[in-house]
């Protein structure tokens, strides 16, 4: 064990610099544990696919942008169903809970793993823990079956509710084990996987045979690794219906601005996306990317030029977007949510009353401007066509994973490929927009804004395009950091 009592990295090294950053299984801690054949091998639908088991040894690459003569780097293992599973049918005990913030998909993702036990593993005991993870020890359960969840991915929400903060490890684990759990899926954000890397080294402590699975949810696609989150895709979508109100609010009317404000804590990813798809936007403004209002290449002198050039604009902002410049300007209060996470400043009002007061005071030009603050809206959604199938394979990439024995894991898509990702890996950092990568510049040349960076801000980046190293991280990088659409 590591210090923070957090297990050993198990990492397996290959030839050509390969390495294989494994996940734990249930027989590194417990010896000899019985195997079964998997029931699927004699399920119709799926007998006849050609190697539908997942080979022992396949794993799957971090980096997929390499060169020549680089080393092969970190993989993962790759998700799927094994030969062999370490549960029976009618031993499997499992659970589901919901935590954070709401996300579209959280339905289908709970849908999907109750079908997929019961309808691929002849599962028939699944609990739904209710309000998140103070449920395990403060609220009832609910039975989940086929048919109880047969219509729910219709739903915006989670059937299950949730919560932020209450994570109490030894009350939660005692849970688990009173109830007789043996497979806990955990569905949340990078805060919940934190709780859920906790929970299983207490589980581990505890020498139980109890598989305890990630699934990462975040309408920001904010986690690490992955390639993008469940529901930000939905996000995007309806998004537009804000922005295409903004640019008719704005076109009609003289000198009229539309703000829209979209969700995104620390990333800026909503707003990025929604603002390419869109092109109604002049200019996008997210937390990785300062700014500044007053003076040459500030924001006021782009609204006027646009106002010049069009009539009216259209700003979409990040939440998170500019909070140092709110704190600037008003008293600063650091308030946390139950989670610890910040509490965030209104930036689209703060924003909108700035550059009313601005143009009235300074220009002598009354703006129309009109803000829309779709945020709740966006997230209490149902999932879309595209989300509802990512959230499918997502909650079968876990069950199927769970059946092998593996735990303390994360699943989700790495390049396209499902893949079973250590906890502390999704942890360890957050996944941000990079304003020096590709597609960065690639909005700003979609709404040829200014990009506020400093000339030293960018003297700093083109030095990091020069180093070839530099170059192949910082692919690597947009991979990663801008989901699996990259050109
Ligand atoms: N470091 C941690 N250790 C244990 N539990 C944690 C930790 N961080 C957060 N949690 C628990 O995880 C749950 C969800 O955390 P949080 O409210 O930050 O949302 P999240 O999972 O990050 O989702 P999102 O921010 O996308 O809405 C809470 O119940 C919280 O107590
Ligand atoms: O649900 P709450 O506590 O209002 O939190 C809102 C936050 O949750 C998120 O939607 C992430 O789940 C952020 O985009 C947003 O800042
Ligand atoms: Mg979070």
Redesign the pocket.
């Known amino acids: 064990m590591s210090p923070e009592g957090i297990s050993e990295q198990k990492l397996v090294y290959g030839e050509a610099g390969y390495v294989l950053e494994d996940v734990p299984h249930l027989t590194d801690y417990i010896p000899n544990l019985p195997t079964h054949t998997n029931p699927l091998q004699d399920n119709q639908a799926y007998s006849v696919v050609k190697q539908y088991f997942v080979n022992m040894d396949d794993t799957v690459a971090q980096k997929i942008v390499v060169h020549k003569s680089s080393p092969r780097g970190t993989h993962f293992r790759r998700a799927g169903p094994r030969q062999r599973v370490y549960f029976e049918s009618d031993e499997v005990h499992a659970c589901v809970v919901t935590c954070?913030?709401?996300?579209p998909g959280l339905n289908t993702v709970i849908r999907e793993l109750v079908c997929g036990l019961a309808y691929m593993y002849g599962v028939s005991k699944i609990l739904g823990i209710e309000g998140g993870y103070r449920g395990f020890y403060a609220r009832n359960t609910i039975t989940l079956t086929p048919k109880s969840v047969n219509d729910i991915h219709k739903r915006g929400g989670t059937i299950l509710g949730t919560s932020?903060g209450g994570h109490d490890t030894s009350k939660i684990v005692d849970s688990i084990q009173d109830r007789g759990i043996n497979q806990v899926y955990i569905i949340g954000?990078d805060g919940t996987q934190k709780g859920a890397s906790v929970i299983f080294e207490e589980i581990k402590r505890r020498g139980l045979k109890v598989s305890v699975v990630g699934i990462p949810?975040?309408?920001?696609n904010?986690i690490a690794v992955i390639d993008k989150s469940f529901g930000f895709d939905t996000a995007v979508e309806e998004a537009q219906r804000a922005i295409n109100a903004a640019h008719v609010e704005s076109e009609s009317v003289e000198y009229g601005i539309g703000v829209v404000k979209l969700?995104?804590?620390y990333s800026g990813f909503?707003a990025m996306y929604a603002t390419l798809a869109s092109r109604d936007v002049d200019c996008c403004l997210i937390p990785e990317s300062p700014f500044y209002l007053e003076g040459k290449g500030g924001l006021f002198e782009f609204i006027e030029k646009r106002l010049k050039e069009n009539g009216h604009m259209v700003l979409v902002v990040a939440?998170?977007a500019g909070q140092e410049l709110i704190a600037e300007s008003m008293r600063f209060m650091d308030h946390e949510?139950a989670s610890g996470?910040k509490?965030?400043l209104d930036v689209g009002l703060w924003l909108s009353q700035k550059i009313k007061n601005h143009f009235s005071t300074k220009k002598n030009i009354t703006l129309n401007l009109k803000y829309i603050d779709p945020?709740?809206m966006i997230?209490a959604i149902p999932s879309n066509a595209s989300d509802n199938v990512y959230c499918t394979l997502l909650a079968q990439s876990a069950l199927h994973g769970a059946m092998a024995g593996y735990t303390g894991f994360t699943v989700g898509p790495v390049n396209g490929r499902h893949s079973y990702i250590p906890f502390y890996r999704v942890t360890e950092t957050q996944n941000q927009v990079v304003i020096t990568d590709r597609m960065w510049a690639r909005l700003l040349s979609s709404t040829n804004q200014p990009s506020f960076l400093s000339q030293k801000m960018v003297e700093d980046a083109r030095k990091e395009e020069e180093s070839p190293t530099q170059l192949l991280d910082g692919e690597e990088d947009s991979c990663n950091h801008n989901g699996v659409v990259l050109l």
């Open positions: 954070g913030g709401l996300c932020r954000g949810k975040t309408i920001d904010d969700m995104g804590r909503i939440e998170g949510d996470n509490l965030l945020t709740y997230r």
